[in-house]
């Protein structure tokens, strides 16, 4: 039977750059203890919709152009990456977008670096009290927040990008990575969605880790609530490593600053510091520490440049 045309791919015109590319790196931290490091180079994917944020936000915007929609509304904090991108494809696509931004102190502030840039891009912008927006999750609370931001009409992406849509398109990154050698597949996670996908997507015998870069155990019931919307159950290939947020989302210390950095140094890579510094610092801690025997091949995803 002849399948009905999809018609044109609405992204097609940003040219992503897929399947992004693996390299090996050669690093001591690692190879002292016989464990291979490969690279999964999703900050690669588009200069400006990066790794993770791609591989959540594209799904949304199809789903979007799919429905009629042409104005997005998603959510986020003063610094969010995720704001950055869905203003970048939103500029990009010509989609109108607009970001509720929690802290309504800020409206009264000048913009930061990131929040200019959304601007730049032509998202509008509406600050909400931080108890409002913490009602996003309700329907009753995120009607409101909507209505506030004249934003009943959009097509709703939620904060971090993170939901079934996205779940489901993030399994393509672990089919990318399902034909490497890579037994153990890293990543770190803030909402859990990419990880949520990308576990789906990998072959027999390989794992997922995640390094939450959030203080507090509630991600691992986030992650298993997206498989189960998104494939019907949990999935059992996956764990979730909780000792490495340097003191929660977006926190830092003396001790991952000095990493990033020497990573910087000796491979001439930046770092995205919220995310990918912390991944490949538990990766360097855990591997110095015996958890992965060797012989052992791992795959850190990438997920996104110091935007």
């Known amino acids: 039977m002849t399948q009905p045309d999809a018609g044109p791919d609405p992204l097609a015109a940003l040219r992503p750059r897929l399947p992004s590319p693996v390299r090996e790196l050669d690093d001591p931290l690692f190879a002292r203890h016989g464990v291979r490091l490969l690279l999964k180079r999703d900050d690669l994917v588009h200069p400006e919709i990066p790794g993770n944020k791609w591989r959540k936000l594209g799904p949304n915007l199809r789903a979007a152009a799919a429905g009629g929609h042409r104005e997005l509304v998603t959510f986020g904090g003063a610094w969010s990456n995720h704001l950055r991108a869905t203003a970048a494809a939103g500029r990009l696509l010509d989609f109108a977008t607009i970001g509720i931004v929690r802290g309504e102190e800020l409206a009264d502030r000048p913009l930061n670096d990131s929040l200019a840039r959304c601007v730049a891009d032509g998202m509008r912008l509406s600050f909400v009290t931080r108890s409002a927006y ?6 009753e609370g995120r009607d409101a927040l909507l209505a506030g931001a004249g934003a009943l009409g959009a097509y709703v992406v939620p904060e971090g990008g993170s939901n079934t849509a996205a779940v489901r398109g993030c399994a393509e990154l672990g089919r990318e990575l399902a034909g490497t050698d890579a037994g153990v597949v890293a990543l770190a996670c803030g909402t859990g969605g990419t990880l949520a996908g990308l576990s789906a997507g990998l072959g027999p015998g390989q794992r997922a880790l995640g390094v939450s870069v959030l203080k507090g155990s509630f991600l691992a019931a ?8 998104a494939f019907g159950a949990p999935l059992p290939n996956w764990t979730l490593e909780e000792r490495f947020h340097h003191g929660g989302f977006a926190r830092s210390t003396p001790e991952l600053l000095r990493f990033a950095e020497g990573f910087e140094d000796r ?3 930046p770092l995205e510091r919220v995310y990918v510094a912390k991944l490949l610092h538990a990766l360097a801690e855990l591997t110095a520490a015996g958890e992965f025997p060797a012989g ?5 995803v990438l997920t996104g440049p110091p935007l």
């Open 222 to 229: 986030e992650i298993r609530s997206f498989q189960t919307a």
């Open 267 to 269: 491979h001439g890579i």
């Open 296 to 300: 052992t091949t791992l795959a850190a």
């Open 134 to 139: 913490r009602t996003k999750s309700a329907p």
